[in-house]
């Protein structure tokens, strides 16, 4: 068996460990998470590689989400990885944003680009596509420091997602943070990342929909390095 066949292996057997723990049947568990029980078998079974819905099973069940996904690798389409040599070329219109460091940790969006790359494949197509420098290591190995996140604003977000999450303040500036969905509610994004700020690992928290009014999905990353 190869290394992703055990790890979509463990996958199943965590899902099914915790659903008998919660003394939930398939059918069950496949209502509150909004499937069916077919799909919580093909999960359970390893039958399923990915699914859009282990975040929110993961979620039901009490599963540390990056105990789950960080073994059954990205639930979406995986992100195109730009190398850096790609950022250069003849037509460079894509717009890049950087950030800055506010008050309390806070990462402030520029108001303008602050350089403009090469247009990948990902963003071809897509007027309003953008790009933003990371800062930190949160989402590390998938985005790290000095990269830069590809947006399509236009695709509606979805679990499995890591999205570009931005804040409006008061005074016109934007806030911005680079996170993984889990599942949304009426109120919040259900988000995580992978390495907290206390090098405790990986973290769930919920950000406000009130407070953080938009959310774009990444499509790619340019990595510098």
Known sequence: MDCMSENESKV???VLDARKAKKLSQ?????????TQQTIEKIESGKIKHSSFLAAIASELGIAHGKVLRNAGPLSAPLETVPASKLIGENRDLKVFGVV?????????????????????????????????????????????????????????????TCIFRHTEPDGSETACIKYLRRQTEAAWQVSEWQAADGSGTRDFNLKKTEWQTCHVTVGNYKRR
Do not use: C, H, W
């Not at 998938?142 to 977000?157: H, K, M, Q, T, Y």
């Open 12 to 14: 199943g057997l965590i």
């Open 27 to 35: 059918p069950e568990l496949a209502r509150r998470v909004g499937t």
């Open 101 to 161: 460091q506010g008050g309390s940790g806070a990462l402030i969006l520029s108001n303008e680009p602050v350089e403009y790359v090469a247009r990948p494949e990902p963003l071809a197509r897509v007027p309003k596509g953008y790009g933003v420098i990371v800062v930190e290591d949160s989402m590390a190995p998938e985005f790290r420091s000095g990269d830069i996140a590809l947006v399509n604003p236009n695709i509606p977000p979805r679990a499995g997602d």
